[in-house]
């Protein structure tokens, strides 16, 4: 189960990835669809947790988001090293 930091943290991500990284990140960033679709899925869940008050805890589904987090972040990163 998660911890509060992790909820979040994990609340925080996600809203503040949907205005940045639609549209332009997957183009861009070269990350594959399949990690979209997952980002998009914790976006939903977080959507139920916020909203509806439904929140269950997916260990799996977190681990695999914040390794998505880090290739995006390393992606980003690698953009700023070019653009500079």
């Known amino acids: 189960m998660c911890c509060k930091g992790e909820q979040t943290w994990l609340?925080?991500?996600?809203?503040?990835?949907?205005?940045?990284?639609?549209g332009w990140g997957r183009h861009t960033l070269s990350i594959p669809v399949h990690k979209w679709r997952l980002l998009a899925k914790c976006h939903a869940e977080r959507n139920l947790?916020?909203?509806?008050?439904?929140?269950?805890?997916?260990?799996?589904?977190?681990?695999e988001l914040i390794l998505?987090?880090?290739e995006l972040q390393m992606a980003i990163a690698d953009l700023r090293v070019r653009d500079a």
């Open 49 to 63: 947790a916020l909203y509806e008050g439904a929140f269950s805890a997916d260990q799996q589904l977190l681990d």
């Open 11 to 22: 609340s925080v991500l996600l809203h503040r990835s949907q205005f940045s990284m639609r």
């Open 68 to 70: 998505i987090a880090r």
